[in-house]
Every structure is written in C-alpha cells, then in structure tokens.
C-alpha cells in the first residue's frame, strides 16, 4: 500500500511522517519543494498550483492524504479542488483531509466555508474517501497568549462559547491510524480532545498555573486586525486569525463528540494537562 502525504515540509506534516517512521510504515512525501523533506522517505514534487505536478505525483498512490493549504482562503478553495480532482483523475484509492471542526455547518464564515466545499468535492469525487476534523492546535495556545507574563494581559476576539482543541502529535498518531487502516472511508471524523474548553477557560487555566493575574481583553474585530497587522502579519494571516476568533466567539468550534478515544484506547491530551506540561518549561 503506497501512502503519499502532501504538504509534508509543514509542522503537521513532519510529525505525520515521524509517526509513519515509527510504524515501518512504507510512504512517499510531498511537497513544494522536495528537498526540503529529508531523505528519509521517497519524494516527489506536489505543488497545489501546478496540477501536473499533482497528476504525476498521484500516480500509483493507495492512500492520499492531503493536508489542507494554509494559502489564503480564495486560493485554497482552488487548491484543495485541483488535489482532489487529480486524485481521482490519477485513479487514487482513497483520499483522507484534515478538515476543521465546524465544516459540517459553515454558516458564512470563509474559513469554515473552505473546509465545507472541500468535503462536498470529496463526496461528490466518487473516490472513497476521509475527512479528519481537526480542532484548534493546542500547539498554537503559547503563542496566543503572549508575553502574558509580562503584560498581565491577552487580547483576542474569542468570547467563552467552548472550542475543541488538540495537540498535533495526537492529530498525527490519529491520522496514521486512518491511513493505515483502509476500511476507514466515507465518513467525516472529529479529532478533538474530549473536553470543550473556551479561550477564556484557557487563560483562567494558565492564571491558576502560573499565579499571573491575567486580564482578557476581547477587541472588535477591526481592532485586531490593526493589532495582528502592526505585529507584522500579512493580510492572509491577519484573515485566518479573526475567521478563526469569530467562529470560537460564535460557537462554531465547540463539538461534544471526539473518534479520538474509541480508536486509539487513550484520551487525547487535554487542555490541562498540556498546559502543565508547556508551561513547566
């Protein structure tokens, strides 16, 4: 069974390849730029933009997983369509996607809306097919919170309706286990911790931890931009960051069941006992 993962230069995609490294599992990564993947697996060249590049790549592939593009929304509409298109024009087997937890219900949010329209082509591909919801990187949250420490204070505009979360060494251990497992298909799964918590809970958390008195301040959306883009962050990150805040503030991310458990026999890391575990550092 050959296994290709696309996108594999990212952080999730490095840490899907170590936990195939550490199965024996036999696969072929891709990216951009293949030289930036190591020579510890086969590569080949997979560039969104480029669909011959996608065709060729395609070739011979079981199983595809295609991790979602982090270019700006309007592209990544494009993008994920031309990978699933040529997969099944490549006569792939199965394709599996890491969707977002709130794709089922989008609303019109835009970064919802990309993961929706991608698992619509999937269904509509004929292909058999996985769509793995992903909650919030509890990788992210150190770095959401800033020089909390320093200042006393986090500004974002998240509200306190619950979010799932979950760390990505838990969405790589879940994911090789679909990929690994071929009778998995047609079917969207939730990969979240099993406890909701919101951003506020978070930061009332790492008060608790840390003994730092913290202040949340929730700015309106035009405020943060003008924080994020004096931070130094371009317009297409400045648009996923309040998408995201505004699906969290609306309760769009908050889902009460997780795939996690029933198929690993483990809990996913919760959002304590991550927490202890960056913030001893």
């Known amino acids: 069974m050959t296994i290709l993962v696309t996108a594999a230069s990212g952080a999730l995609g490095q840490a899907i390849a170590e936990e195939l490294r550490a199965h024996g599992a036999r696969a072929v990564l891709g990216a951009r730029d293949p030289a930036k993947l190591g020579d510890r697996f086969e590569t080949r060249r997979v560039d969104y933009d480029d669909p011959s590049s996608l065709r060729d790549a395609f070739a011979d592939v079981r199983t595809l997983l295609v991790i979602s593009s982090n270019a700006p929304n309007e592209a990544r509409l494009r993008q994920h369509a031309a990978a699933i298109d040529a997969a099944r024009e490549a006569g792939v087997g199965r394709i599996v996607y890491t969707s977002f937890v709130g794709a089922q219900t989008p609303g019109d949010n835009p970064l919802l809306e990309v993961h929706h329209d991608a698992e619509r082509r999937l269904r509509e591909s004929g292909v058999p097919w996985v769509a793995l919801r992903n909650g919030l990187y509890l990788d992210s949250l150190p770095a959401l919170l800033g020089p909390f420490r320093e200042t006393g204070v986090v500004a974002h505009p998240a509200g306190d309706a619950p979010a799932s979360w979950i760390t ?4 790589a251990a879940f994911t090789v286990d679909v990929l690994l497992d071929e009778t998995t298909q047609n079917v969207a799964l939730n990969l979240v911790t099993e406890e909701a918590r919101s951003f506020s809970s978070a930061i009332d958390a790492v008060s608790q931890k840390t003994g ?26 400045v648009a996923i960051f309040v998408q995201v ?8 991310l ?8 029933a198929r690993l026999g483990r809990p996913a890391e919760s959002v304590d006992a991550f927490l202890d575990r960056v913030l001893a550092v």
Not at 168 to 171: P, T
Not at 245 to 252: D, N
Not at 254 to 261: L, P, Q
């Open 168 to 171: 990505r060494r838990d969405i």
């Open 212 to 237: 730092v008195a913290i202040e949340y301040r929730e700015p309106s959306d035009d405020e943060y931009r003008g924080m994020l883009r004096r931070a130094g962050f371009d317009e297409g990150t």
């Open 245 to 252: 805040c505004r699906a969290m503030r609306e309760g769009a």
């Open 254 to 261: 908050g889902v009460d069941e997780s795939s996690f458990h």
